[in-house]
């Protein structure tokens, strides 16, 4: 099996139960918006594969409730 290695070589590479908490994180996070419309926002810097991470633990309903909200601000 090959070794994995990071970009910063003092870093730790995630578990995936790491990952899994983080996308629960960002999951958790989304559905605070959903409430709380008025709730300031501000820039996540994440890798992508965890907020895909934490699109697929999303249902339907709290996608097309991003949904909407990701065209509100592309109309913005």
Do not use: G, Y
């Amino acid at each position: 099996m090959k070794r994995k290695t990071t970009h910063e070589p003092k870093a730790k590479l995630m578990s995936a139960a790491d990952v899994w908490d983080d996308a629960q994180q960002i999951a958790s996070v989304l559905r605070r918006a959903k409430r709380v419309r008025s709730e300031p926002v501000v820039q996540l810097q994440i890798p992508l594969s965890v907020f895909l991470s934490a699109l697929d633990s999303l249902d339907r309903d709290e996608l097309a409730i991003l949904r909407d909200r990701v065209q509100q601000q592309l109309a913005a």
